[in-house]
């Protein structure tokens, strides 16, 4: 028998990754110096210190969870630097050599974070900080063969971060990208659209939605093939993305229909737009097009541009159909 949760113990339980994800690794690190202050390196371990930071890591995983899907991307990469900062603390203030190198390896947790879930430029600007904090803390503590841990150690971090970033782009390249046309996707327009509708929504800028269908599609492929009906496609997203704005957002919903938002255009400008469109386009399409309202979701813009895009059909031609 399974027990559904009422929805909102359902919403409040749940997480993005990069919020639990962040509260985990500070847990582990919490006990990592839990560990370390009941079974030290060394007699003259700075054991009042590894409580002291147990115990604060330990507030910084409760603090992210629950406020971390509120306190956005903000809240997080101060996370990550408080994590740095505190590493390098205990670092500065270990009694041995070997208690600095494993205390070391925790820098890799907010490197392999950092690649994974923050941009490319702060994911590199991660590994400068942890470059710059461990070198330091280095320096304070005037450990023995300090050089050549800290090249080891912030090499691996580079390295990390260089290769995950690099893997993570190509799949969120892959996850938001049209693969025919190099178009954003469903799921990519939908993100790039409602962060442009929270921007109009604090400016008071107009934004538009246009619905793009071709007209006649199917008979493309029917007698030249789908090969034939692809290379259509691809040149028409070559050039409509020619003619647009560097602002201007274009995805492909799905076959032969497309989406476009137009941000800081009203419903009205947006023929000047269409009518550039046409002028460079190899083939026939129908659009409906929906000014964007504050208070309005995607799908209800959507559904009313939609709308529009069918009466258009339908006054041009019966013969093109729905």
């Not at 009694?95 to 820098?107: D, E, L, R, W």
């Amino acid at each position: 028998m399974t027990i559904e949760l009422p929805t909102r113990i359902r919403a409040a339980t749940a997480r993005p990754p990069e919020v639990w994800t962040l509260a985990g690794i500070f847990l582990g690190g919490s006990v990592g110096c839990m560990l370390g202050a009941i079974a030290p390196y060394s007699p003259d371990a700075p054991i009042a210190l590894s409580w002291v930071c147990s115990i604060l890591a330990a507030v910084v995983a409760l603090v992210t969870w629950l406020v971390g899907a509120r306190g956005g991307r903000t809240l997080l990469v101060g996370g990550v630097a408080v994590g740095i900062v505190v590493i390098s603390v205990i670092i500065a203030n270990v009694a041995t050599p070997q208690g600095a190198a494993v205390t070391s390896f925790a820098y890799l947790w907010a490197a392999v974070y950092a690649a994974h879930f923050f941009s490319r430029p702060l994911a590199l600007g991660t590994a400068g900080l942890i470059s710059i904090c461990y070198g330091a803390a280095l320096v304070i503590n005037d450990i023995p063969s300090a050089s050549k841990t800290y090249v080891v150690v912030v090499g691996t971090v580079w390295a990390a971060v260089g290769a995950l970033s690099n893997v993570v782009s190509r799949m969120r390249e892959q996850a938001d990208h049209d693969q025919l046309t190099g178009l954003l996707n469903r799921a990519g327009f939908r993100a790039a659209a409602e962060r442009e509708h929270a921007l109009a929504s604090r400016t008071g800028a107009s934004l538009t939605l246009v619905v793009l269908d071709l007209d006649g599609f199917k008979t493309i492929n029917d007698r030249h093939g789908h090969a034939a009906g692809d290379r259509a496609l691809t040149d028409l997203a070559r050039q409509w993305r020619a003619a647009l704005r560097t602002s201007d957002i274009l995805g492909r919903h799905g076959g032969d229909e497309f989406v476009l938002l137009l941000p800081a255009t009203t419903a009205t400008g947006t023929e000047v737009v269409l009518e550039r469109l046409r002028s460079g386009s190899p083939l026939p399409w129908s659009a409906g097009v929906a000014e964007w309202g504050r208070d309005e979701s995607l799908d209800a813009c959507f559904g009313r541009a939609d709308q529009g895009l069918y009466l258009e059909k339908d006054a041009r031609s019966p013969s093109l159909g729905k």
